[in-house]
């Protein structure tokens, strides 16, 4: 079977057009995804963060995890585990740079301009 080269930028056209059309659409899961809070005990906790299960009672009893508890069980909700993941994200030095950058720019931005008036007496 021989494909000529105009078929073959026809598929990738019409795949182009399919992606497009699903790109948008994925966000929309993931938010789904995790609206779809999942209730559980130390199993659960295990799954999501990946840690092993005396860390995380470690983790519980120093009040560093999300937990709930009730008649002496911990219980953990999924989406609090996710949001508790992505709170401990760590920047970038890049965006630590970037940061530096508008605070810096805020800082020059927000003084009164009798400054330079000042520091020529």
Known sequence: MHTSYKEVISCLSRIEILLSDIRPNLSQVSDLLQDNERLGGIELAMEITGLAKSTIYHLAADGLIPFMKQRRKLY??????????????????????????????????????????????
């Open 76 to 121: 953990f909700s999924s989406r609090d585990l996710y949001q508790w993941i992505k709170d401990g994200k760590r920047k970038t030095l890049q965006e630590m740079e970037e940061e530096i950058q508008r605070h810096l720019l805020q800082t020059h931005l927000s003084q009164p301009s009798n400054l330079i008036a000042t520091s020529t007496r």
